[in-house]
């Protein structure tokens, strides 16, 4: 890709990131409680004023305010521009990824601009989807149908899309695999759902308590319909030393007892596992296999 179009690219990424992340933050807050997030408008929570356009620019209004309300003064937490941040960086970081490395790792539509296109939207959508669901876990406990479902109904419908482009478009070279990309997205969404159900049922029987929500189950299934199960395996691992590094993290700083049992959301520690393969899985992989030769 030309050196000026990729300055043009990455720049509109991360900013398009940001601007999704800013959306997301108004869902965050206001999906898990009822409120529609199209009306009202945005509004202080303290002082009722509504923000004005220029006041509602992704990281920048943040920084020209100081994290203030413009007519009021009251603290606006500084997590609105850290989703803001994290939105344009994985964007950012998709669309390097697919650029860099190529989107073979994860769609067989070589089609040129128009399949690393689609990958890039793909991954995208998927990026929007966890970052809204790990902070909705955070702080409530539990993760939404659009991000569990939604990823399940995301990866079988890019792998149809894939198959189908196998079937008809790709010059008939591909007729006799077409059903792969399906099976494999199919075979990801059983195991992942599979397992994790798995891991539930384990658990609840050892601490006599419900371990795990359903929502980490269903999110389990999103990551193996879109990535297929070599990436359930991977982000469930991963997800497991993410949580414990956390966890007993947490223990030691509240010096909780370590037989008291602490809730912590699992959600965003399978999308932290999920990120990781999605930018270093076969990396991670290679890496696995040469520890046996
Ligand atoms: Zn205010």
Not at 45 to 61: A, F
Not at 85 to 110: I, K, N, P
Request: aromatic share 14%; with cysteine; net charge positive.
């Amino acid at each position: 890709m030309d050196r000026g179009l990729l300055y043009i690219l990455s720049f509109f990424s991360f900013w398009l990131g940001a601007c999704i992340a800013s959306f997301l933050n108004v869902v965050i807050w206001r999906v898990p409680r009822g409120e529609s997030i199209v009306t009202p408008p945005s509004h202080c929570p303290k002082c009722g004023s509504s923000i004005r356009w220029w006041q509602n620019i992704p990281i920048l209004s943040w920084l020209a305010l100081r994290g203030k309300c413009a007519n009021c003064r009251a603290p606006i937490s500084p997590r609105y521009i850290l989703v803001e941040m994290l939105g344009g960086v994985l964007f950012l970081a998709a669309f390097l990824l697919v650029v860099l490395r190529g989107a073979g790792w994860f769609s067989v539509l070589d089609c040129g601009v128009a399949g690393d296109a689609a990958a890039v939207l793909v991954l995208w959508i998927w990026i929007s989807l966890m970052i809204a669901g790990s902070f909705i876990d955070f702080d409530h406990q539990l993760l939404p149908d659009f991000t569990t479902v939604g990823g399940m109904v995301l990866g079988l419908a890019f792998s149809l899309v894939q198959a189908a482009w196998l079937a008809c478009a790709a010059g008939g070279r591909g007729r006799d695999a077409a059903w792969i990309p399906f099976a494999w997205s199919l075979a990801g969404l059983v195991f992942g759902f599979g397992l994790l159900w798995l891991v539930r049922w384990i658990g609840s029987k050892a601490f006599r308590r419900e371990a795990m929500g359903m929502g980490d189950v269903f999110l389990m299934g999103a990551v193996g319909a879109l990535f297929g199960p070599i990436a359930v395996l991977v982000t469930l691992i991963l997800s497991s030393v993410f949580g414990s590094v956390v966890g007993i993290g947490m223990i030691l700083l509240s010096k909780t007892k370590l037989g008291k049992f602490v809730a912590i959301p699992y959600g965003p520690y399978i999308c932290m596992g999920c990120l990781a393969w999605m930018f270093r899985g076969p990396e991670m992989i290679d890496w696995y296999l040469h520890l046996f030769r």
